[in-house]
């Protein structure tokens, strides 16, 4: 049996999949020039939206999209939009895939954007494999250390993905399943979809978001809101090589895993090379929520 064909959002109408389309003139095609979010939804509601919804304003201000485009973006996504898709799927029982992306719109220019454009929003989702969310969740995640190359603009959630393409490459060659970005310092910045968390003595520690150094992750913000809430300390500050691979636990997060065991790192394990303690405790707290 083939896979379910799925309907898609592109500016203003629910379509068909195999009639889904975007100009061969659209800047995002061209240029890579837009946004995306990527939103996990459970039981037909997409979770953490509001905060998706800001970031993505946020970036289409750093990207300097036009006010109308904004005003666009404030009108036509909401809950209620992405429900009606996520039903016209059939995805209102348990974990969905929601991806929002805008671009600057359609222009048959040059790099410099001409003016007036009209941008172009498109929503689409589909399922969330449940065995491999478990099978993360539970034995935990690999990673390589990416050292050479770093995201052109990391604090912004950009079409021009392609450095993290190659790092995602670059770690599966080497049998891993994320890679994390490491600078010429050895300091470890992000990996190429997720946020890092590592855990010494206790203490919760996840690299500082300063100068746009990495993506303001929202279940890195919302991770970090739920330990401090429940009395645990989470600092903000460098992260090296050396200190990640020396430390008690470790975990990486993002809106599709929720918060992943992080078990080891090129050749070596971490800790005890097994989901931690404290890992477990905020995936319960985590998930109980989200």
Do not use: W
């Amino acid at each position: 049996m083939g896979k379910t064909k799925l309907t898609a959002y592109i500016n203003g109408k629910f379509v068909s999949e195999e009639k889904a389309s975007v100009s061969v003139f659209d800047r995002g095609f061209s240029y890579g020039d837009g946004l995306f979010e990527t939103i996990r939804a459970r039981d037909g509601r997409p979770l953490l939206l509001a905060e998706h919804l800001q970031r993505l304003r946020a970036g289409a201000e750093a990207i300097r999209l036009s006010k109308k485009t904004l005003n666009t973006l404030l009108i036509n996504i909401d809950e209620k939009l992405i429900a009606r898709l996520l039903k016209a799927n059939g995805l209102t029982d348990n974990e969905s895939y929601v991806k929002i992306i805008v671009t600057r719109g359609v222009d048959r220019g040059g790099p410099l954007p001409s003016s007036g454009l009209n941008p172009t929003i498109i929503i689409l989702t589909k399922p969330l494999d449940p065995a491999f969310l478990e099978r993360v969740r539970g034995k935990g995640l690999k990673a390589a250390l990416i050292r050479g190359f770093a995201p052109a603009l990391p604090a912004i959630k950009s079409l021009n993905y392609l450095s993290n393409v190659l790092a995602r490459m670059d770690a599966d060659d080497a049998g891993a399943d994320e890679g994390l970005f490491t600078t010429p310092k050895g300091r470890v910045t992000e990996g190429t979809s997720t946020n890092l968390f590592i855990v010494l003595k206790g203490i919760l520690r996840t690299p500082l978001l300063t100068k746009g150094a990495l993506l303001p992750g929202t279940t890195r913000s919302a991770v970090m809101g739920i330990a401090r809430e429940n009395g645990l300390t989470v600092t903000e500050g460098i992260v090296s090589a050396a200190g990640l691979l020396a430390c008690e636990e470790a975990f990486l997060t993002n809106a599709v895993i929720g918060v992943a065991p992080l078990v080891r790192v090129d050749k070596s394990l971490i800790g005890s090379g097994r989901r931690g303690p404290l890992t477990k405790r905020l995936q319960g707290l985590y998930f109980r929520e989200y």
